[in-house]
């Protein structure tokens, strides 16, 4: 299963376990079709947009740590939930973007095979001159 199917089906199941009493809201917009709180719910408490939230239920963008806390408090989740929320809203590349670049790049050069060694100068860009 896509981790943004993952993501969405928590972020339904969270929102669906809610009711606007238990998070304070105590105006209503009108009779509710499915029981628990409204994306426009979570999106207040969370302070961002219906739109954000909305595409990020849907998979369509993946949210800064900040907004991963801010929906976790939304949510009122606890520590373990909150941990597994990070855990699927994060992308797994996100990793790799951390990795050390030089570090990447002898990984490779060692992943290429034996006997063969790495250029170091192949990563770099030349200027040409005009």
């Known amino acids: 299963m896509a981790s943004s199917t993952v993501l969405g089906d928590f972020l339904r199941a969270r929102r669906a376990g809610l009711t ?10 009108g009779m509710r079709r499915v ?9 207040q408490l969370a302070a961002i947009s219906t739109d954000y939230y909305t595409r990020l239920e ?3 963008i993946r949210p800064s740590p900040e907004v991963i806390a801010s929906i976790a408090r939304a949510l009122r989740l606890d520590a373990d939930q ?17 990795t050390d ?3 990447q790049t002898w990984a490779a050069a060692a992943a290429a095979g034996p006997g ?4 170091p100068e192949s990563g770099l860009r030349h200027r040409s001159a005009h």
């Open 116 to 119: 063969r060694r790495p250029r």
């Open 35 to 43: 029981p628990g709180l409204r994306r426009e719910e979570v999106a």
């Open 58 to 60: 849907q998979g369509r």
């Open 82 to 98: 909150t941990e597994y929320l990070t855990q699927i809203a994060t992308p797994a590349q996100q990793a790799h973007r951390d």
């Open 101 to 103: 670049p030089h570090e």
């Open 20 to 29: 606007p009493e238990a998070v304070g809201i105590t105006t209503s917009f």
